[in-house]
């Protein structure tokens, strides 16, 4: 196909942009063979026109496919270019925060200028042993690579690390060294590795600086060859420097500072050891304050002049050789401030007594009078005299700062050889990695001599590079049997001739620098004559003749000629040299010029060239003629001898990339990036790559990925056929593929071409597929219609039928419904118009009716007007005639009441008419006073009323009252006055009144209480509202009072379960750090015996060592050592390893010793000072105790006297034994050598001895009593005071050394039997008082218990009292006779413990009389004759127990452990029998009460169990076995122990199978211990099993076929998913899982340690798999999650099958299974967002983040996840408290628990079979 065929419409290509470098646009439509120009738009939618070049019509670079950006390896591309290479970059670096991408060989770097967490431990395990394309891109997987090459080619290899100043060279090799010092590790006890990573603090101190592209930039370059022995361990290393930049000592720019060493120096100047130098802050010193910022934000330089001194202790360098050091640092920084001062044009001087130049004298040791002379002046030698002249001042400032320049330059040497020295390898290096850190390619605005020999190092590099590459393409080729063309690419050999050929630019500044008057002009204008017409790569700028131009491989250089010369011979002033060389106070300072000769030029300044590793330095020259030597011939020099270097070894590349200049965090510059990329060869070899067969794959890779393009017919059983022929048909250019052995090569670009066939075949695939789903869905949908449409017909006609029915019922309901309504209305208005007329008719009636009435009424009332008139008239003429008429008679009586009047006057003067005038009087009294009473009682009923009505009316009526007795004293008056009853009637009148007025004030009152009622039923209701709201608002309350009861309980349970939880956890951990802590301790042991082996095998001697037949205790001992005897293995294994020569492991061992020894002395001396204070005290209560020590002198000596007669008693009993056991042998044996008498005889004889032992025992406490006693007789106070002083005046009076031996013998036995006699008197005084305080403490709380219980009845009722008075006797009595059940249960345990005892002795006395009995022949061996006898006996009543002689223990450890295949015994016998065996002799040892014994065989079973799991500890069966039986015995240990809690389960039989005599709880720890250890061996092991399959099984093989495709591919090809012979797949981790179960089942492994394991397994399973996952780029894509999910649910069915999913080992999986799901589920929206963070608990932010950064698309179909989206995932889980590390810990282990599992197995059930050998074993 043609290239111009892919310019498509809708095609992508790149095109060139000034700020961008290169943009991305899209064709509008297609092209046309002969377009001049191209309708394209840009991704912001803008349409332009792009012209193509009328001369060369190339078109735009085609962008490539979008499943191919972001690869890991740029020669994955299709297209291979230098916008897709930029493209590729960016979007790893920006988009996926990837920072390194593999390039073909080699590695792209960009510095991110922040701290990534990808450099961690658990990193450099994730990539050990891996091959270099499984992982993703890092530094880590190319030190691998060397590694790997270097042991497996036997081949040295080379790491060359390269880039700008800033783009993180110095960073990247220190990561490589550190990765081979922790994969290799050391070959000794030195720490090499240790050392090599501590040379990296110093040379930084002393060679890197802050500049303005770079905070650390090295200043120097460095070539590291690190040493490695047969073993590939580290063993040493080599440091070789190049180029240092001297001139910074002297001068910094702007913004930048001087080394680091001097910095540190004045930020430590305070310390006590640096008070010397006198330092300050660094902008007092000129070399230091010259740049104007001399601190770097977040660096200490303090704390960093901790770490290099550190460093140079760590390398050997001592604490003077330090102090010497900065005493010249710091002498170099004072000797920048000497300041010099014009004398005259020609002269300068130095004023005398300058501070800093007395400073700079005297931390040197120089005079000050010859270092101000020779700083002014220079001595000139011609041939026959020598003058000494003046200088300028600005040479003699020159002169100081060249000084300088050259004591730097020498300290720097000298730190860089004491640096090697450290590093250098006592034993034979067999192979180096050498790790390159060199200055990558530069350019400035000024570029002088330093940027024209680092150019020219890159160029001898670039070439290099450039060979290699050809070379692997070629190598690649011919491998393939594909035809070599010569490819066209870049050789930068003229430039290199132009620098360094004969005639070149170093060989004419060489010849300048011996001219005489040799200047930087005539060097120039030499060089525009000699090569200006030439050679075409040196130019001359326009505008100068003082600068050249030369075109290197990456870009045109302009260099200035200025100071070129001076800097090629660096010469520094002879005599000051000889000033520093006369220094006699330092030492140091000698030593550094100690090769100085006259007219001194260094070297080691500028070149660093040290000692060789790769080539001897052949016969070196004389040293006057080396130091002639120039800074370039040096240079060149040196940089031939890399190149030796480099070609010797296997070279690999890291090209590290600054993104840009301001140091900014994942910010990436294109311009800059391309500038870097063009200078460091990365396009360069692309370029090569792309000029071949670029593109690779693989027959089977080729078949899977483009099946899709296949049709069935073309697939045959031969895939390279199958390839060939269909390759054939879809690309017709045969030109544009080559097919190789095992390869299909492509040119550029077919990739693409073919991807896009396969896109367009799924794409058709997908419509079809879409059409035919849309199909079936729409005809589904037609069905599902048409079926609801006849559904809905019918309904509806059934519908409408019975509305139509509805209707017609309703119309005749209607109709009738109408007839009687209207009927009814009929019938309505009818009545209505018959009411209507009667109401009318009775209205009109009525109204006529009322009519006449009123006729009536009126005639009525007229006839009652004229009536009332017609009297008033004439009641008016009567009354007006009665007035005329009365007036008349008043008149007529007047006058005749004068008359009369007249006539009364005398007849008054009479008694008689007295008396009738009292007798009318009377009667009218009489009247007066009833009408009176009457109206008293009237007022008192009213009063009455009043009162009753109204109590606060009571002073009206008292009122009244006074009133009417008013009116009785004006009745009393009216007796005389009749007028006054007028005044009382009116008196009357106004009581009534006011009688009324008190009855409306009540009625008011009534009305006011009545309202008052009203009101305050009123608030009555509103309290009883208020009432109900209140007990609404109390019910709430108690509402809200219980839920928050509730929520607290909640809260309290989950805090509860929280702390439970940590509880958990912490012992968890605390579990683990004791695990943790026996596998240190076992790793030491081992370290241990391997050191002994070691000792022994370099040491042997002769008759050490035994055969196996030779089973002595010697032998036994040395094979199986104590743990319980540490301090005697401590000191014998000082004197093996003494003997042995291994000289650092014997001075620990010896400190260790001293240690001890010193401990011991301090414990010697506390118990003197004891003794002392206890003589001291004794003294004291001497007195007082006589009487009690009498007593006691007495009670010893009827002991003694007891003892002798027991003694005396004994040896008759012995005696008569002696006799009867003669007389019987003589009556019953006729051999009296019998093996039963021997026995006998034997076992009497010991029990003499032993008799014999105890006498000489009682004779010496008799004499020490006696003695004792004679002391205390003569002992005072004072004299017991100072005791020690008398006995050494009695020791000096003695003579004879024999009396002071025994004397002193005497005292120490003396002293030991009062010792011990006090502490038992002291035991047994602490435990009475303990038990004294315990019953005193126990009578107080029953004392106060008791008066409780008074006060408590004291408060009761009387029969409540009597009723708990009788409840507390009956608990009282219930206690009391639980106490005495428990007294009873302890006899009875005595009792069967002494008839245990009492049928032990009958069974002796039993076998010691069946032994006489029976007759043994002569011929028989001591086991053979008891045996036949006994076991009939014993099988009888067997006790479960198995008894062994002390001599048959090792056989039994030998066939039980040693020598037992686990395979039979799991097989054919009952699981745990080992462990049952060794538990049933151990019953018997302690049935016999033999401690020795016990201990023996615990110990012996121990180290065995530790032996045979370390001789066959890889074996998962062995250790599997061993596990179970260590677990079985230390459960029968718990199980017979006798302890409660372990009884529980054990039958009646059981419980008289305990232990009797001796607590083995200090074994069971160490068996635990043990089993702990086993079981960590355990995981270990099946680690190593699963650990090659995991990655294989569960990432890399399709489970499910045809699921995930293969991308396109780089050089570096990753582990093919497809399932080959010997790949491991999901069924065989199955398989192993499988395998492992049941050897732990068959074993008898307890179910609870088996889900342990299983938890394990699966932990590592999923930690490995989630690693590996983080790890790499290619397995993050959606069907990948689809196949971890399905491997999952097979181990969950696995985990279903063996009935273990409550092992919690599908918790383990939880973050597999999320960053499964995470690959799976949508990643676009916000809710998407929250979805992922709530769903993802178990995964840690940087985890989640890492996945969706690597998630890659394998189809155009699948979408990459966006940036924005990441960073929302970023922000939501910002607040979560969690660790930072990215990957799981593969190596952690759970903490393992061994429940308590008793077994109901009766040990007397137990048989032991034949084939373990174990026949002399006697069941008991």
Known sequence: MAASELYTKFARVWIPDAEEVWKSAELVKDYKQGDGVLQLQLEDGEEIEHKLDPKTKNLPHLRNPDILVGENDLTALSYLHEPAVLHNLKVRFIDSKLIYTYCGIVLVAINPYENLPIYGSDIINAYSGQNMGDMDPHIFAVAE???????????????????????????????????????????????VEEKVLASNPIMESIGNAKTTRNDNSSRFGKYIEIGFDRRYHIIGANMRTYLLEKSRVVFQADEERNYHIFYQLCASSHLPELKALKLGSANDFLYTKQGGNPVIDGVNDAKEMSNTRQAFTLLGINESYQMGLFHILAAILHLGNVEVKDRDADSSTIPPNNGHLTTFCELMGVTYQDMSHWLCHKKLKTATETYIKTIPKIQATNARDALAKHIYAKLFNWIVDHVNKALHANVKQHSFIGVLDIYGFETFEINSFEQFCINYANEKLQQQFNMHVFKLEQEEYMKEQIPWTLIDFYDNQPCINLIEAKMGILDLLDEECKMPKGS?????????????????????????????????????????????????????????????????????????????????????????????????????????????????????????LLMETLNATTPHYVRCIKPNDFKHAFTFDPKRAVQQLR?????????????????????????????????????????????????????????????????????????????????????????????????WLARKKYLRMKKAAINIQRHVRGYQARRLVKFMRRTRAAIIIQKYQRMYTERTRFKRKKAAALAMQCILRAYMARQHYKGLVREHKAVLIQKMVRGWLARQWYKRSLEAIVYLQCCFRRMKARRELKKLKIEARSVEH????????????MQLQRRIDEQSKDNRAMNERLNGLESSHAVESERLRKEVTRLRTAEEEAKTNANKVTSLLEELARLRKELQTTQSEKKVIEDWAEKYRDEMEKMVA?????????????????????????QMTEKMRRALQEETQQLESDLNEERSRYQNLLTEHLRLEERYDDLKESISVNAPKPGHRRTDSTHSSNESESTYISE????????????????????????????????????????????????????????????EHKKARGAELEYESLKRQELDSENKKLKHDLNEMRQLL???????????GSPAYKVLLDQLNSSNEELEVRKEEVLILRSQLVSQKEAMQHKDEKETMTEPMAHTEDIRKMKDAGEITQAYIGLKDTNRLLESQLQTQRRSHDNEVEVLRGELQSMKEENNRQQQLLAQNLQLPPEARIEASLQHEITRLTNENLDLMEQLEKQDKTVRKLKKQLKVFAKKIGELEGGQVESVSPGQTVDEPIRPVNIPRREKDFQGMLEYKKEDELKLVKNLILELKPRGVAVNLIPGLPAYILFMCLRHADYVNDDQKVRSLLTCTINSIKKILKKRGDDFETVSFWLSNTCRFLHCLKQYSGDEQ?????????????????????????????????????????????????????????????????????????????????????????????????????????????????????????????????????????????????NVSQLEEWLREKNLMNCGAKETLEPLIQAAQLLQVKKKTDEDAEAICSMCNALTTAQIVKVLNLYTPLNEFEERVSVTFIRTIQTRLRDRMESPQLLMDTKMIYPVTFPFNPSSLALETIQIPTSLNLNFLTRV
């Open 679 to 775: 200078a460091c060869g990365v396009l360069e070899t692309i370029r090569i790559s792309a000029a071949g067969f670029p593109s690779r794959w693989t027959y089977q890779e080729f078949f899977s990925r483009y099946r899709v393009l296949m049709k069935q017919k073309d697939v045959l059983a031969d895939k390279k056929l199958t390839c060939k022929n269909v390759l054939e048909q879809l690309v017709q250019d045969p030109d544009k593929y080559q097919f190789g052995k095992t390869k299909i090569f492509f040119r550029a670009g077919q990739v693409a071409y073919l991807e896009k066939l396969r896109a367009d075949k799924l794409r058709a695939a997908c419509i079809r597929i879409q059409k035919t789903i849309r199909c």
């Open 1222 to 1232: 003669g007389g019987n042998a003589g009556a019953n044996t006729s051999v009296p």
């Open 1022 to 1046: 509103e309290l009883k509202d208020q009432n109900g709201m209140l007990k609404t608002e109390k019910d709430d309350l108690n509402r809200l009072i219980q839920e928050q009861s509730l």
């Open 1542 to 1686: 372990f009884m529980k389960h054990n039958s009646n039989k059981q419980n008289d199978h305990c232990l009797s005599n001796f607590d083995l709880a200090e074994y069971r720890q160490v068996l635990s211990d043990l089993a702990i250890q086993i079981y960590q061996q355990l995981i270990k092991c099946m680690e190593n099993i699963l650990q090659p399959m995991i990655v294989s099984g569960m990432l890399e093989h399709e489970t499910i076929q045809g699921v995930s495709g293969i991308k396109p591919t780089g050089l570096r090809k990753r582990t093919s998913s497809i399932a080959d012979e010997g790949t491991y797949t999901l069924e065989s981790i199955l398989r192993q899982l499988n395998s492992f179960h049941s050897i732990m089942c068959q074993h008898g492994t307890d179910p609870e340690l088996i889900k342990q394991v299983v938890k394990q397994q699966f932990y590592i399973i999923g930690a490995v798999t989630l690693n590996n996952l983080l790890l790499r780029k290619d397995m993050c894509s959606w069907s990948k999650g689809m196949q971890i999910r399905y």
């Open 520 to 640: 930087d002009d005539s060097w120039a204008q030499k060089l525009y004559n000699t090569h200006l017409k030439t050679c075409a790569l040196f130019q001359k700028p326009r505008m100068s003749n003082r600068a050249f131009i030369i075109q290197h491989f990456a870009d045109k250089v302009e260099y200035q000629c200025d100071g070129f010369l001076e800097k090629n011979k660096d010469t520094v002033n002879e005599e000051q040299i000889h000033v520093l060389k006369a220094s006699k106070k330092f030492d140091l300072l000698v030593e550094l010029f100690q090769d100085e000769e006259k007219a001194t030029t260094p070297t080691g300044a500028t070149t660093g060239k040290r000692v060789l590793s790769v080539k001897p330095d052949k016969g070196r020259p004389s040293s006057s003629k080396e130091h002639k030597k120039t800074v370039g011939l040096q240079f060149r020099n040196s940089l031939h």
């Open 1124 to 1183: 319980f005897a540490e301090s005697e293995e401590g000191s014998r294994a000082g004197e093996d390893m003494t003997r042995g020569g291994d000289m650092s492991t014997f001075l620990k061992m010896q400190k260790r010793v001293t240690e001890l020894e010193q401990e011991k002395h301090s414990l010697q001396n506390e118990l003197d000072r004891r003794e002392e204070q206890f003589q001291r005290a004794r003294a004291r209560d001497d007195e």
């Open 145 to 191: 690579e060397a590694y790997k090459q270097m042991a497996r080619d036997e081949r040295n290899q080379s790491i060359i690390v390269s880039g700008e100043s800033g783009a993180g060279k110095t960073v990247s090799a220190k990561y490589a060294m550190r990765y081979f010092a922790t994969v290799s590790g050391s070959a000794s006890e030195a720490n």
């Open 914 to 925: 007295y008396k009738k005038l009292n007798i009318g009087m009377e009667n009218k009294i």
